[in-house]
Nanobody, 126 residues
């Protein structure tokens, strides 16, 4: 059974930081990219960033560059999303997902992702 499990969400004050992790299991993901998306109440799910399985290639939504960083943690075998200088408008459920698509802009589209996690809530208070 293929699983993607997010962790690390929570409540944080504006200006704070969080580290989200995505753990995978159930199959080999060496040919996959892992993407992070977020969905705020009443809004569509939006692309945040994506990373190759090796960690050598990354993509970011323009609006996320600078404050968010995606990386691979080799020790934990997770794909992490570092959220810095958080703002109340960053409040959302954050999802990780897996795709074999590797090029821009298709990798930013939800429809190319075949496996999804259940999401982790990030709430930023003002």
């Amino acid at each position: 059974q293929v699983q993607l499990v997010e962790s690390g969400g929570g409540l944080v004050q504006a200006g704070g930081s969080l580290r989200l992790s995505c753990a995978t299991s159930g199959r080999t993901f060496s040919n996959y990219y892992i993407g992070w998306f977020r969905q705020a109440p009443g809004k569509e799910r939006e692309f945040v960033a994506a990373i190759s399985w090796s960690g050598g290639t990354t993509f970011y939504a323009d609006s996320m560059k600078g404050r968010f960083t995606i990386s691979r943690d080799n020790a934990k075998n997770t794909m992490d999303l570092h959220l810095n200088n958080l703002k109340p408008e960053d409040t959302a459920v954050y999802y990780c997902a897996a795709t074999t698509t590797w090029y821009w802009p298709q990798i930013s589209r939800t429809e190319v992702y075949v496996y999804w996690g259940q999401g982790t809530q990030v709430t930023v208070s003002s």
